[in-house]
T-cell receptor, first 112, second 114 residues
Framework: GENVEQHPSTLSVQEGDSAVIKCTYS??????FPWYKQELGKRPQLIID?????GEKKDQRIAVTLNKTAKHFSLHITETQPEDSAVYFCAALDTGRRALTFGSGTRLQVQP | NAGVMQNPRHLVRRRGQEARLRCSPM?????VYWYRQLPEEGLKFMVY????????ESGMPKERFSAEFPKEGPSILRIQQVVRGDSAAYFCASSPAPSSYEQYFGPGTRLTVT
């Protein structure tokens, strides 16, 4: 089955700086890669996703890149704000199971 | 994603009791997924259901756990004879169709076993 590795596990940045979170996956058949933001005690919220036929996708301050050959994808947040502080999870869709396999999460702290 | 409803939000059970967790998908969504999240960990897939069908239960423990999604009413995750290790947040997610990959999560049920 699919295995997703995520790093770093914690990331602290100054307000206004950029943050980058990286994930690798094992199943070359995976073709959908969402990113979720989870605040303490809340539900995971889908913030951006990318499909395997696209190399990059951007939505305002958030962008995701995908390298299918290397089987890794990254989340980029620019001009970080304190409200970006949360745990971010990457995931890959296991096409054989139709279930998302999640990374272990990155706790992002944006210092004002 | 605010449309996925789960109840109860918090559930406390003593060891050996049964826990029933409910999930109502977003309107128009007929696919439900259950995930479990242990403290400080990521989400782990448990089961994928469509109306009246279990499509994939490979992530669910073979004993004590069961799930259903009847023709009418919410999806239910049932845990019999709960143990302390079952304490976790249980999230359900829904999607509209197999061809639509996006999954939207409910607020979760936090189960505490005492």
């Amino acid at each position: 089955g699919e295995n997703v590795e995520q790093h770093p596990s914690t990331l602290s940045v100054q307000e206004g700086d950029s943050a980058v979170i990286k994930c690798t996956y094992s199943d070359s058949a995976s073709n959908y890669f969402p990113w979720y933001k989870q605040e303490l005690g809340k539900r995971p919220q889908l913030i951006i996703d990318i499909r395997s036929n696209v190399g990059e996708k951007k939505d305002q301050r958030i962008a995701v890149t995908l390298n299918k050959t290397a089987k890794h994808f990254s989340l980029h947040i620019t001009e970080t704000q304190p409200e970006d502080s949360a745990v971010y999870f990457c995931a890959a869709l296991d096409t054989g199971r139709r279930a998302l396999t999640f990374g272990s999460g990155t706790r992002l702290q944006v210092q004002p | 994603n605010a449309g996925v409803m789960q109840n109860p939000r918090h559930l406390v059970r003593r060891r050996g009791q049964e826990a029933r967790l409910r999930c109502s998908p977003m309107k128009g969504h007929s696919h439900v997924y259950w995930y479990r999240q242990l403290p400080e960990e990521g989400l782990k897939f448990m089961v994928y259901l469509q109306k009246e069908n279990i499509i994939d239960e490979s992530g669910m423990p073979k004993e004590r756990f069961s799930a259903e999604f009847p023709k009418e009413g919410p999806s239910i995750l049932r845990i019999q004879q709960v143990v302390r290790g079952d304490s976790a947040a249980y999230f359900c997610a829904s999607s509209p169709a197999p061809s639509s990959y996006e999954q939207y999560f409910g607020p979760g049920t936090r189960l505490t076993v005492t």
